[in-house]
């Protein structure tokens, strides 16, 4: 079975802080992605990655940055969060097998509130 | 550019009731890929299903359903018999075609409240 696996269920940060969402799948899976999930705006992509050290941005990049060091491993960074960034973050990952019809299997969530 | 509507954003049934999550899309690719994904309580999205533009049979999987209809660019999802389980927000996507990223397209969701 995927998995697909975060750091944190829930986390409460102060406006100004850096925040590190971290993410590990364990299928060796080529593609991962970062989605926020707000309400009747359904999932909007805001980076992915298909490689090691290779990035592209989403729909909704601004305020985020991303790191992938290693295959397993895709980070979230929120340089200076803002309250307009609390939301439920989801990582997602997919074979990468070079077709739009890869499946993407998704971790449980981080709820970030910003205050 | 892609997108995809669904229209409801909540339904609510009694346990048994047949329901029906509509799901209509936009896409100027000729080859794409749609999708269902199931969303409990615990927040983790769930694969249901995926269809490519050339496969237009109905699906059924148990009591679930799928009705792909590329004359009114619609993939609805039926529920037979709904169940208290069955109650989640269910996400329709786009893929398209030449999109090696695989990167999807989401709907809104729909909120299903299935009551007993």
């Known amino acids: 079975d995927v998995k697909v696996t975060q750091s944190s269920r829930y986390l409460v940060k102060r406006t100004g802080e850096k925040v590190f969402l971290e993410c590990v799948q364990d299928?060796?899976?080529?593609?991962m992605f970062w989605y926020r999930q707000d309400p009747g705006l359904g999932l909007r992509l805001i980076y992915f990655s298909y490689d090691v050290k290779m990035k592209e941005k989403g729909d909704i990049p601004e305020g985020y940055s991303v790191s992938r060091e290693k295959k397993e491993r895709f980070s979230l960074i929120l340089e200076s969060a803002s309250t307009n960034q609390t939301s439920m973050y989801l990582c997602?990952?997919?074979?990468?097998?070079?077709?739009?019809?890869?499946?993407?299997?998704f971790g449980p969530g981080t709820r970030l509130t910003v205050t | 550019a892609q997108k995809v509507t669904q229209a409801q954003t909540e339904i609510s049934v009694v346990e048994k009731e047949d329901v029906t999550l509509d799901c209509v899309y936009e896409?100027?690719?000729?080859?794409?890929?749609l999708f269902w994904y199931k969303q409990p309580p615990s927040g983790e999205l769930v694969f249901l299903i995926r269809r490519n533009s050339f496969d237009e049979q109905n699906e059924i999987s148990g009591r679930y359903s799928w009705n792909f209809q590329k004359s009114t660019s619609s993939f609805n999802f039926t529920i037979t018999a709904s169940q208290v389980v069955d109650s989640a927000v269910y996400f329709c996507a786009l893929s398209g075609g030449n999109n090696a990223g695989n990167m999807l397209t989401f709907g809104g969701g729909t909120r299903l409240m299935v009551k007993p």
């Open positions: 896409t100027r690719d000729t080859t794409y890929y």
């Open positions: 997602a990952s997919s074979l990468g097998s070079g077709l739009a019809g890869d499946e993407q299997y």
């Open positions: 299928m060796d899976h080529e593609n």
